[in-house]
């Protein structure tokens, strides 16, 4: 397959209709690891904003079994996704998700926030550091994925755009965005978690080369201070010299997706996998657009409203 192929026909797609399909083929063929490196960079940005940070640092998730919450993350996402948002399977992963955040009272605006990375983080990082940019249909494929997923997840005023959910994100990062020393706990110990990818002489090395590529505004709310310019240049060069290596590539062949694989779990998982353990005590709520049992009401999600300046992702 020519590498712009697969460009092309998606070029001739519409994304309200076709948005799941274009969303597979960004994430398993065209920027499979570039979309990882984006969603990461997004776990990093909800650490600027305290109130989410401190949520974490209460739970602490990271420090006790980091890895698998990074994968439960990210598998979660998949398994949404992976049969139809609106398949059985995909609605199943919902109430899933659902139940674990039942447990916390976080306000919308900062589920709102935490979706608006998962869309805006990956676009930026692949336009960025990607073998190219993504086209129209592909960036308003992401927001629409990022819009079927809040609703499903009863979050209220989700955006139904990329330029709304941008909008969205850099304006609360603005008001947000502040340092406090859960943010820089929560921060180390996922540094930590990708440090132990690599082998023990690079440990040292891959948080710095994650800290060089994030703007100056996150480290400050992180607590960390930039990296040296030479750093930040050879770094910022290597993604450019990677994306110009893998350009001259051909395209990912249909038959060999690129799919998640999990260190958690090197036997695969199920979706009860997915999660805190505790998850699996409490009840499972019909989502929004779906009739109750008979007899049963359908609590709604627990929420407080955007009141003053908890677990989001």
């Not at 990882?36 to 909800?46: K, N, P, Q, V, Y």
């Amino acid at each position: 397959m020519g590498r712009y192929s697969r460009l092309r026909r998606i070029q001739q797609m519409d994304p309200q209709r076709d948005f799941e399909q274009i969303y597979r083929w960004i994430t398993h063929y065209e920027f499979p690891r570039d979309y990882l490196h984006g969603t990461s960079i997004a776990f990093l940005r909800d650490y600027g904003v305290p109130r989410v940070s401190r949520l974490l640092d209460r739970t602490q998730e990271f420090e006790r079994a980091g890895q698998k919450r990074y994968d439960d993350t990210v598998l979660i996402t998949y398994e949404m996704v992976r049969e139809g948002m609106d398949s059985e399977h995909g609605r199943a992963a919902a109430r899933h998700l659902n139940r674990i955040h039942g447990r916390y009272r976080i306000p919308d605006e900062d589920f709102l926030y935490v979706l608006a990375t998962t869309v805006v983080g990956p676009k930026r990082w692949i336009d960025r550091f990607g073998w190219r940019r993504l086209s129209e249909q592909e960036t308003e494929s992401l927001a629409l994925v990022g819009r079927r997923m809040g609703e499903m997840m009863g979050i209220s005023g989700v955006p139904d755009t990329y330029a709304a959910f941008e909008r969205l994100h850099d304006d609360y990062e603005r008001e947000m965005f502040a340092y406090d020393p859960a943010n820089r706990r929560v921060a180390a110990a996922t540094l930590r978690i990708l440090a132990s990818w690599y082998p023990a002489p690079l440990r040292r090395t891959a948080p710095r080369v994650v800290l060089a590529v994030l703007d100056e505004p996150l480290l400050k709310a992180l607590g960390f201070r930039p990296q040296p310019r030479r750093l930040r240049a050879a770094v910022h060069g290597a993604f450019r010299v990677r994306a110009a290596l893998i350009r001259l590539l051909p395209g990912r062949p249909e038959r060999f997706p690129r799919k998640p694989k999990a260190r958690t779990y090197p036997f695969g998982w199920t979706l009860d996998d997915l999660g805190p353990h505790w998850a699996h005590s409490r009840p499972s709520s019909p989502l929004r657009d779906e009739t109750p049992p008979e007899g049963a009401s359908a609590p709604a999600r627990s929420s407080v409203p955007p009141a003053p300046p908890q677990e989001t992702r």
